[in-house]
């Protein structure tokens, strides 16, 4: 019943400052679907990233010069290195075959270079634990005697990481910036509560009223407050997450790429306790030098 009252004179306080109200929700909406928004793009990158990973290869092309004891030496020695998953030797018979099905449609092509197949070196490939670990074995391998060329997809390994570390400040900047400016509005629509009710406050408190029986129907006033605007973003993201994580895509196509619902789930809980936390946060300024014990 006490309950029951407390949340009826918070549900009051709203009604009186609709405008207000309205502001601070849009505040905590739009900033809560902005990092919301990214935390889905950034997992769509990661998962490219994560693709990478699987098919990521450092090309290293052999020197004719080397005998088939030498690459065996070689092809162990770059096995032995710890951010090396795999090490494949693949010969020129075999870069032949390659060619003939890369350039299938290009006959005369395959032509020339079936008259000296000696053109195609031998070589190594190697596959990273992971993408990113790419430069570091490019950069070993180039100083190898015996090697006459490194090659891997650098400049789109780099793009990805970058991409992706870009999102993350993005992320923390909004919830900083647009996280005070809700904080500052839901603090506001506080203190205009108070300041309208403040004849009453005096009364309640002259008849025995303690602080806390005053202060918390502004609690949750601001913890209403700041579930609204997160609920509100959690359902436009929810039904825009597919078109989101297509944004950045790098699969063939991107309206293939479904975004889990286990990781929606858990991500909307977190939005909503952030909602929460910053309403209940913008209360407590705003109460911040009244009712004091």
Same mark, same amino acid.
């Given at each position: ?20 109200? *309205? ?9 809560? =679907? ?14 490219? %990233?994560?693709?990478?990973? $699987? ?8 020197? #004719? ?19 090396? @998953? ?11 075959? @390659?060619?003939?099905?890369? *350039?299938?449609?290009?006959? /005369? ?6 008259? #000296? ?12 634990? !992971?993408?990113?670990?790419?430069? @570091?074995?490019?950069? +070993? ?13 650098? !400049? ?11 999102? +993350?400040? *993005? ?9 005070? /400016? ?6 506001? =629509? %506080? ?9 009453? %406050? ?12 005053? +202060? %918390? ?30 944004? *950045?895509? =790098? ?14 789930? +858990?991500? /909307? ?8 936390? =910053?309403?209940?946060?913008? /209360? ?8 004091? $014990?």
């Amino acid at each position: 019943m006490r309950f029951q009252y407390l949340l009826g004179q918070a549900l009051s306080n709203l009604r009186r400052n609709v405008l207000v109200v *309205f502001a601070a929700v849009v505040a905590v909406f739009v900033m809560l =679907t902005l990092v919301f928004g990214t935390i889905v793009l950034r997992w769509s990158i990661d998962e490219d %990233i994560g693709r990478w990973d $699987d098919n990521v290869r450092v090309i290293a092309f052999l020197s #004719d010069d080397l005998g088939l004891d030498d690459i065996d030496a070689l092809q162990a020695e770059v096995q032995s290195w710890e951010e090396v @998953e795999s090490v494949t030797y693949f010969s020129k018979a075999e870069a032949l075959i @390659e060619f003939r099905e890369l *350039f299938a449609d290009q006959q /005369s092509l395959i032509d020339v270079v079936e008259e #000296d197949p000696s053109v195609l070196p031998a070589s190594l490939r190697i596959a990273p634990r !992971e993408a990113a670990a790419y430069a @570091e074995i490019t950069d +070993r391998l180039v100083v190898i005697p015996g090697i006459q060329q490194v090659s891997a997809a650098d !400049e789109a390994i780099d793009a990805l990481v970058a991409r992706s570390d870009r999102l +993350r400040t *993005f992320a923390f900047w909004i919830v900083v910036v647009l996280g005070a /400016s809700a904080v500052v509005l839901i603090a506001n =629509t %506080i203190r205009i509560a108070i300041f309208a009710r403040r004849d009453e %406050i005096s009364i309640m408190k002259l008849v025995g009223a303690g602080n806390w029986f005053v +202060r %918390i129907p502004f609690l949750l006033e601001g913890l209403l407050e700041g579930i609204a605007g997160a609920a509100l973003a959690v359902l436009l993201v929810w039904g825009v997450r597919g078109s989101i994580a297509g944004l *950045f895509s =790098t699969a063939i196509d991107p309206a293939s790429v479904v975004v889990p619902f286990e990781f929606m789930l +858990r991500q /909307s809980i977190i939005v909503l306790g952030f909602g929460a936390g =910053t309403g209940l946060m913008g /209360s407590a300024f705003g109460m911040w030098g009244f009712l004091r $014990d």
